[in-house]
């Protein structure tokens, strides 16, 4: 990703946030341009338990006001993204003014692309405009809706990141994002060639099981899981989900990865069970459906570098490890990214790309009709 010797840093150094569907909270990098990209600081804050189970409930629909109730998380959202960007400022030493911009997700509430009208929607609660008056900073915002408008599925954005980062020409890599979600980035060896795509869940039902069961928002480690066992009619069902079979583009949420989806699957396959071996199973059906993934599409890459949060529960890289003989699976670590850094690198690399009014997305990984510069400004 490094520039030509020419070519003038322009936006030098940029924000990334990024707050996901596993709803665990904020990550924050500012990232340093000039040569590659360079994370210089990363912070991150937890959502309290008032606004995670607010954007929790929005993810579902027929709650009671529900704009009222979304303008007010979309604020409080702002709010936590601001205490990140004064954490990352304080931390560097840099002034607001030497900022470029701020890329800041938003909280994916509804993912529908392509589908009621024709062309469907995403929805990031986010206050884009607060953000910017809290910080002094340019904001960056609305990042996913252009590429559904070109007909795109507006996800996964990060595979073109991705590919500046952990591209090698003469090699196949791959990149798996365990994030709420699992997204698949396939860097092919001709250093050009990128495939992306949502394979399947990454922490969202596992760690809702958790939460529910034990009281933890996550499986530390998958340890809890380790103490189960599989349940086969159960796995056997979850995998037969049609959404693991359609091939890309494609990209899902927790519009379909929900609770009651488990729960519909759980009365059919499973009543009764014990929730360590649900979890066991949950864990097991999430290294299933990336290995699979990566069977599928990979493209013989022998280099699989895992990243999201996903990627600290060793139950679930040991399993996806074990279903991929013959390819190395490391953290992005390995590389010179630490994990929970990646995707808010991403982000912030996305609005970057705005501010030089050049693309963010890939046609080919969200099936657009073609590049498109994404997202909104907000001028500090």
């Not at 954490?87 to 003014?97: H, R, W």
């Not at 995403?122 to 007909?151: F, H, K, M, W, Y």
């Not at 071996?277 to 599409?297: I, M, N």
């Amino acid at each position: 990703m490094t520039l030509p010797a020419h070519t003038p840093i322009a936006h030098r150094y940029c924000i990334g946030l990024m707050s996901g569907t596993s709803l665990d909270g904020v990550d924050g990098v500012l990232v340093d341009f000039a040569e590659g990209t360079q994370v210089l600081q990363h912070a991150s804050c937890g959502f309290d338990a008032a606004l995670r189970s607010e954007l929790l409930a929005l993810n579902r629909t027929g709650g009671h006001d529900e704009l009222h109730r979304a303008a007010l998380a979309a604020n409080a959202l702002a709010r936590s993204y601001a205490g990140v960007v004064r954490e990352l400022l304080q931390a560097s030493g840099l002034p607001p003014g030497q900022i470029a911009a701020i890329g800041a997700h938003g909280q994916t509430v509804r993912h529908r692309p392509h589908m009621f009208d024709g062309t469907g929607y995403t929805l990031q609660l986010n206050s884009p405009a607060l953000l910017a008056e809290l910080c002094g900073i340019t904001v960056v915002a609305d990042l996913r809706s252009r590429d559904v408008a070109a007909g795109g599925q507006g996800a996964p954005l990060v595979p073109a990141f991705h590919q500046g980062v952990f591209g090698h020409p003469g090699k196949t890599v791959l990149v798996l994002n365990l994030g709420g979600i699992a997204n698949l980035s396939v860097l092919d060896a001709d250093g050009a060639t990128v495939l992306g795509f949502d394979c399947g869940p990454g922490n969202a039902l596992m760690d809702g099981w958790c939460q529910r069961h034990t009281g933890q928002p996550y499986d530390d480690g998958g340890r809890w899981a380790a103490t189960g066992s599989v349940l086969p009619p159960l796995l056997d069902r979850l995998l037969a989900e049609p959404f693991l079979g359609e091939p890309p583009p494609k990209s899902t949420g927790r519009d379909l990865f929900h609770a009651d989806w488990l729960a519909s699957h759980l009365a059919a396959a499973a009543p009764g069970a014990s929730p360590a071996d649900v979890q066991a199973t949950l864990t097991e059906f999430t290294a299933r459906a990336c290995a699979d993934a990566v069977q599928r599409f990979g493209r013989g890459g022998g280099e699989l570098l895992v990243c999201g949060g996903g990627a600290f529960n060793t139950q679930l890289m040991q399993r996806i490890a074990a279903l991929l003989p013959g390819v190395a699976v490391d953290t992005t670590a390995a590389r010179g990214l630490p994990p929970q850094q990646v995707e808010a690198a991403a982000f912030a690399w996305l609005a970057r790309q705005a501010l030089l009014g050049l693309p963010g997305n890939l046609p080919a990984v969200t099936g657009a009709h073609g590049p498109r510069i994404l997202g909104a400004i907000y001028p500090a």
